[in-house]
C-alpha cells in the first residue's frame, strides 16, 4: 500500500495509511482490511462502550482453535488410549503441558466473557432495532443467543475427551439432565451417548462435535455476527453519535435511501453517511488503523493471560475413567451447576408422591430463560434513543429483572460449586467431607 518515506519505513514497508483517504483505500483493497468499516465513530472505539468483549470473546475462540490443533496431534480418540494420550501431553510432550493448560484456561474464560458480552449489551440495550436502513440488530441478539448455546456445547463436549473420572462423570449427570425433556429426552440422551452409557461412541461423537462440527458452526455464525454488526450500522452507540451531531449542528438527517459515500455503498442517515457530508467530521475516524491496532492489543492482551494462566493453573488430570466408581457427588461442569441445583432445589416429596426436578430444574427453568431472552428485543418497548446507552433511565425496570435472574444463577453456581458435599448436602468448603474442588 503506502508508507511513511523515513529509511526504516523504506527498508520494512510500512503499511500504515498516511491520510483519510489512503485509509479508506486500504480497506477497499486488502483482503483482510475489507473486514473492518471505512469509518468509526469514536465513541464506538471507547473501551467503556463495549469493553470490547465480544472481541475478546473472537480471540479466546482463535486462541482456542490454535491450540486445539496442536492438541489433535497427540490426542486419541479412543477409550483405551485418550487417557494415556493425555497423559502423555501433560507429562511427556514438550510444552504440552503448557499448551493443554493454555486451552483449558481459554475455554473457561470464553464462558465467562461472553456471557458477560452477553449482560453488556443488554445493559445497553444495543439489540434494538435502529441504525441503518435495513438494520435488524434483535437478528443479531439471535444469532449470539445461538452463539452463546455453541459455547456451552463447545465446552461441555471438551469435557469428556480426557476420560478420567472427572469427565466421564460430569458429562454422565450433564447428559442425564438431557434426558429429562419431554417426548424426545431419552432419545435425545442416546442420540449424543450413541448407546445408553457414556462409552466409545460418546468419545467418538464428542471428539467429532468437539474438533469439528461445532467449531465449524461458531464459524460461520461469528461471521454472520459481524456481518450484521456491519449491516446493522455498526455498534449502537454509533447511533447516539449521530443524533448527537445532528443536534448540535440542526442538520436534518439526509433522505433515506441516498448514497453519500465514494468508498462504498452506505445508504443515507447512517454514521457513515453523515461523516462523508462531514456532518460527523470530528466525531468520527478512520476505520484502518484503529481497529485492528486496538484488536491486535487485545488480541496480545488475552493471549498473554491465557499463556501465563495457563502456566500457573495446571490442568486437572484425575483417575482413568471407571463406571464402576461413582464419586459422591458427581457434579456437572461449573457452568451447568446452576442447572444441577435447580434439580435438586425442585426435587421434593409430598407425601408419598416425588416431584422430579430434572424436567423443572434442568428443561423447563433454562428453556423459559433462553425463550425469554429470545423474545426480550422483541417485548422491551424503551424508545429508540436507549439504544446503547448503559442503564438508560427508561430500562430501569427490565435492567432489575434481568440482573436479578443474572444474579440467582451466579448464586446458585457458587453453591452447587462450593457448597455442596455427598449427596448433595449442604457442606461448607472448610468440612472435610467437602469434595476436592479444583477448577475443572
Ligand atoms: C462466540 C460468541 C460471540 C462473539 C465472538 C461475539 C462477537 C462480537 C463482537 C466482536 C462484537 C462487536 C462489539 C464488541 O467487541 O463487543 C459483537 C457485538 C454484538 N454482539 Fe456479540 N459475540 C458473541 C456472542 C454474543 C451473544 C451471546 C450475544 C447476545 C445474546 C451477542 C450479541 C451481540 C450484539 C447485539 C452486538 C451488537 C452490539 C452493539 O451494537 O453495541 N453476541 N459481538
Redesign the pocket.
Known amino acids: 500500500m503506502s508508507g511513511g518515506d523515513g529509511f526504516f519505513a523504506r527498508l520494512f514497508r510500512t503499511w500504515l495509511p498516511r491520510t483519510p483517504r489512503e485509509s479508506s483505500e486500504a480497506v477497499v483493497r486488502n483482503i483482510w482490511l475489507h473486514a473492518f468499516p471505512a469509518r468509526i465513530t469514536k465513541r464506538?472505539l471507547s473501551w467503556l462502550?463495549?469493553?470490547?468483549?465480544?472481541?475478546?470473546?473472537?480471540h479466546?475462540?482463535i486462541i482456542l482453535s490454535l491450540t486445539g490443533v496442536v492438541l489433535m496431534f497427540l490426542y486419541v480418540p479412543s477409550v483405551e488410549r485418550a487417557y494415556a494420550s493425555v497423559k502423555d501431553i501433560e507429562f511427556v510432550v514438550s510444552f504440552g503441558s503448557w499448551i493443554r493448560g493454555t486451552h483449558r484456561i481459554a475455554a473457561h474464560l470464553?464462558v465467562v466473557v461472553?456471557?458477560l458480552?452477553?449482560v453488556?449489551?443488554?445493559l445497553?440495550g444495543?439489540?434494538k432495532k435502529e441504525?441503518a436502513p435495513g438494520a435488524h440488530?434483535p437478528l443479531?441478539?439471535?444469532?449470539?443467543?445461538v452463539?452463546?448455546v455453541?459455547?456451552f456445547a463447545l465446552s461441555f463436549t471438551g469435557y469428556l475427551l480426557p476420560w478420567d473420572q472427572l469427565a466421564y462423570w460430569a458429562v454422565t449427570v450433564g447428559t442425564q439432565i438431557a434426558a429429562a425433556a419431554p417426548l424426545v429426552g431419552e432419545e435425545l440422551r442416546q442420540l449424543l451417548l450413541g448407546g445408553t452409557v457414556v462409552g466409545q461412541p460418546t468419545l467418538l461423537r464428542f471428539y467429532v462435535l468437539h474438533c469439528f462440527a461445532l467449531p465449524l458452526l461458531?464459524v460461520f455464525?461469528?461471521a454472520w455476527?459481524?456481518w450484521?454488526?456491519r449491516k446493522?450500522g455498526?455498534?449502537?452507540?454509533?447511533d447516539r453519535v449521530a443524533d448527537d451531531a445532528r443536534e448540535q449542528a440542526a442538520i436534518t438527517p439526509p433522505p433515506p435511501g441516498k448514497t453519500y459515500t465514494l468508498m462504498g455503498a452506505t445508504q443515507g442517515g447512517t454514521v457513515q453517511a453523515a461523516s462523508s457530508t462531514g456532518q460527523l467530521e470530528n466525531a468520527t475516524t478512520p476505520g484502518v488503523p484503529a481497529i485492528p491496532r486496538r484488536s491486535t492489543a487485545v488480541f496480545l492482551a488475552v493471549l498473554a493471560l491465557c499463556s501465563v494462566l495457563g502456566l500457573l493453573l495446571q490442568a486437572p488430570l484425575e483417575e482413568p475413567a471407571n463406571p464402576a466408581v461413582t464419586p459422591n457427588p458427581a457434579k456437572a461442569p461449573w457452568y451447568f451447576l446452576w442447572l444441577q441445583e435447580l434439580v435438586s432445589i425442585l426435587t421434593f416429596r409430598i407425601g408419598d408422591f416425588v416431584v422430579d426436578g430434572s424436567f423443572l430444574g434442568g428443561i423447563l427453568v433454562p428453556g423459559l430463560l433462553i425463550g425469554l431472552?429470545a423474545a426480550w428485543p422483541y417485548l422491551d418497548k424503551s424508545p429508540a434513543a436507549a439504544?446503547?446507552i448503559w442503564f438508560h433511565p427508561s430500562r430501569k425496570v427490565q435492567n432489575r429483572v434481568f440482573l436479578l435472574l443474572l444474579f440467582a444463577c451466579v448464586v446458585l453456581t457458587i453453591i452447587g460449586t462450593y457448597f455442596r458435599g455427598p449427596y448433595w448436602a449442604w457442606t461448607w468448603p472448610w468440612a472435610d467431607a467437602h469434595p476436592h474442588t479444583t477448577l475443572t
Do not use: E, K, P
Open positions: 464506538s462502550a463495549s469493553g470490547w468483549l465480544g472481541t475478546v470473546s473472537l479466546l475462540f470464553m461472553v456471557v458480552h452477553l453488556r449489551v443488554f445497553t444495543a439489540y441504525g440488530r443479531n441478539w439471535l444469532v449470539g443467543l452463539l452463546l455453541l459455547t461458531t455464525l461469528v455476527h459481524m450484521r454488526i446493522d455498526g455498534l449502537a452507540v454509533a431472552l439504544a446503547g
